[in-house]
């Protein structure tokens, strides 16, 4: 049986971490918010935790504003790698492939077929419009489950402090990465 190796997307596979900051500052109004508190959650609860620092942003407009922001600014910070397709590829042959996100579906897929790399998704996408987002574990869980392996054969990369406490927790490898150049060259060892 093949082994499962699962990707987080933004600041794993690509490096659009920036781009969310853009989108999410735009969408706020440009104002300065704590970014460390809330790297890596999705908007919905970056919201949550602003408000409860007092701020008064409605959820409903800043996530469709921030939404809206972020496919304007795509085409500016999400370009194809030719050297993570070809490495994708590769692993392809050998591992089955996945990706966790806690991303909207609309976006991953976009970024996914930006990439060119659908079709070496064995396992598919799981994302925070279906399922919890992170840290709680059910995108993995859920991902795991349906590949029905054992735990000991899934790798999880991960970049954010929420994804790399979620994934742990999970009871696989998880292998932390800095950025998608970081990404690549951890793959050498797969």
Known sequence: ?????????????????????VAFKSAIGGKRYPESRVEGLPTTRKIEILNELGWELDPDIV???????????????????????????ELSQRYDLAICSNATRK?????????????????????ATEYASKPDTEQWDSC????????????IFEDSPVGIAGARSVGCTVVKVKNAGDLLEKLNEF
């Open 144 to 155: 795991i489950e349906s590949w029905g392996g054992e735990l000991e054969s899934v790798t």
């Open 107 to 127: 976006f991953v897929e976009a970024v996914v077929d930006r990439l060119n790399i659908r079709l070496l998704l064995s396992m598919g996408i799981f994302t």
């Open 1 to 21: 049986m093949n082994k499962l190796l699962i990707f987080d997307l933004d600041g794993t596979l690509v490096d659009c971490k920036q781009l969310h900051r």
């Open 63 to 89: 996530s469709i504003e921030k939404q809206c922001r972020t496919f304007e600014l795509f085409d500016d910070h999400i370009h194809y790698s030719a050297p993570l397709h070809t490495r994708l590829s």
